[in-house]
């Protein structure tokens, strides 16, 4: 399989100082990265590896069908902490209309 040529524009709202991905069309595009760096950006209180982890799982597994892998023991601490992760990339996803790629 060939790689996929992606038409993805950085649209900068100076104003509001606002970064969005749009495609040429201008509707917004996203990747796991651009929303990684928006529900962790500076200012964000700090989270664990594993809560991030999470959240980039759930991020992958909407625009991309990756599956979710957990590796951390069930009752562990990582585990919830994961989970909480992942909760929380759902809930920011459903509140800012994300659409999967796939």
Request: aromatic residues 8%; positive net charge.
């Amino acid at each position: 399989m060939s790689p996929q040529k992606l038409n993805v524009y950085l649209v900068i709202d100076h104003a509001s100082g606002e970064h969005r991905f749009v495609d040429r069309t201008g509707k917004p595009t996203h990747t796991v990265d651009s929303l990684m760096s928006q529900v962790f950006a500076p200012g964000i209180p700090p989270r664990s590896p594993a809560y991030k982890a999470g959240a980039k799982s759930q991020f992958d597994r909407h625009l991309n069908k990756a599956p979710i892998i957990c590796i951390a023991p069930a009752g562990s601490a990582e585990f919830d902490a994961f989970w909480a992760g992942a909760d929380m990339a759902k809930t920011f996803m459903r509140l800012h209309d994300v659409k999967g790629s796939v």
